[in-house]
Each structure stands twice: as structure tokens, then as C-alpha cells.
């Protein structure tokens, strides 16, 4: 079953306002990792967590991993068109299995 | 660029067929890894292989099967297409278990 939760699952902001999407799991994760697919595209990579606590900062994106490291999030600072995609977060629950991913949260950005 | 590809991008095919999803990286990697997904859903991890005569299913129940007898080469097949079986496949590889996933453009399946 799904062991990692994601949410929201749709997102509508403004262009300018913030976005954050938060990924929870109910057992550790070895690291996680962030994905964004662009509408009819294919997931691209955009970071990965390992450490307890450990913030990334990529521009406008910023990206936390829980102290327990069981949850994360992702925050986008003044939202552009080209951030609309579907954003997944990916665990890994145990080392030497395959990941897990989130269900995605959906952006929309409207002008 | 592109370092995995995938063939067909696009393929409509009547039920009963059966069928193969190509899938190929150039990265030397040893994961491999399918997922299927409907339009703007999750992934379902499918199949994956750890290397060379490895496979093992994933966490989505698949009527397919997927051979690694090379490297770069991880194809997925289908004995009997069904409606049922209409999405989009996306093939992906990484270098280690916890390393970054490498997708492909993915093939997007239609059985009628």
C-alpha cells in the first residue's frame, strides 16, 4: 500500500504568491528525493535529502527534511508560469529497495 | 539530452496483441525500473532489475514481464494487450539503489 502521503493533491495560486507541498511517511526514510513533471512530460529530478533536518535551497525552491525524517516539503517563493507541473516527492523506506513515490501535487499558475 | 530512450513514443493497438515496450540507456547503469502512470496520477512501480538477469515485480499487480539479459537493455511485454492496459509506461534507471532516477519520454499505450 501507499506509504508515502502527499499533499495537497491540486494546487491554484496566483502568480507571485507562494506554494508548498508536504510529503509524509509513516516510517523513516533512508533520503528522499523531489521530482517535477511538466504537463505530458516525464518526471525530472530536482534534488535529494539524506540528512535529519538538512535544507536545499535551489532559487526560488526550498526543500526540507523532517528532523525524523519522515516528512518533507517543498516551497516555491513567488510562483511563475513555468513552475506549473506536477511536483512528487520519492522515499526510500528501506536501503536497497526501490523508491516510493508521493502522489504528486498538481500546480496550476494563472497570470 | 536524452541518455534513456524509449520506443514507441506513441502506440494504439487492438486487444489480444501482443506487444513490446522498448526501453534502453547508455549510462551503464544497473537499476532499471518501469512505472506506469494515467495521465496527471501516480507512478506504479511495475518492474525493476538490480542487473543482468535480475527482475522482480513491483508494487503494482502487472500482466507484463521484463527480461535484463543486457545492461542497457530493459524491454517490457505485453502477451495479450487489453484495454485495460491503457497508459503511459516510463521506463527510468539510476546508478545505485538511492541514487537519482533517470526517466525516459515514456510510451504512451492505447489498446482498443
Known amino acids: 500500500g501507499q506509504q508515502v502521503m502527499q499533499i495537497p493533491q491540486y494546487q491554484h495560486v496566483q502568480e507571485g504568491e507562494d506554494f508548498t507541498t508536504y510529503c509524509n511517511s509513516s516510517t523513516t526514510l533512508s533520503n528522499i528525493q523531489w521530482y517535477k513533471q511538466r504537463p505530458g512530460g516525464h518526471p525530472v529530478f530536482l534534488i535529494q535529502l539524506v540528512k535529519s533536518g538538512e535544507v536545499k535551497k535551489q532559487k526560488r525552491l526550498t526543500f526540507q527534511f523532517g528532523e525524523a525524517k519522515k516528512n518533507s516539503s517543498l516551497h516555491i517563493t513567488a510562483t511563475q508560469t513555468t513552475d506549473v507541473g506536477t511536483y512528487f516527492c520519492a522515499g526510500t523506506i528501506q536501503a536497497g529497495t526501490a523508491l516510493i513515490f508521493g502522489k504528486g501535487t498538481t500546480l496550476s499558475v494563472s497570470s | 539530452e536524452a541518455d534513456i530512450y524509449q520506443t514507441p513514443r506513441y502506440l494504439v493497438i487492438g486487444t489480444g496483441k501482443k506487444i513490446t515496450l522498448e526501453c534502453s540507456q547508455t549510462m551503464g547503469h544497473d537499476k532499471m525500473y518501469w512505472y506506469q502512470q494515467d495521465p496527471g496520477m501516480e507512478l506504479h512501480l511495475i518492474h525493476y532489475?538490480?542487473?543482468?538477469?535480475?527482475?522482480e515485480k513491483g508494487d503494482l499487480s502487472s500482466e507484463s514481464t521484463v527480461s535484463r539479459i543486457r545492461t542497457e537493455h530493459f524491454p517490457l511485454t505485453l502477451e495479450s494487450a487489453r484495454p485495460s492496459h491503457t497508459s503511459q509506461y516510463l521506463c527510468a534507471s539510476s546508478e545505485r539503489y538511492n541514487s537519482p532516477l533517470h526517466f525516459g519520454n515514456g510510451t504512451r499505450l492505447t489498446v482498443t
Open positions: 532489475s538490480y542487473g543482468v538477469n535480475s527482475t
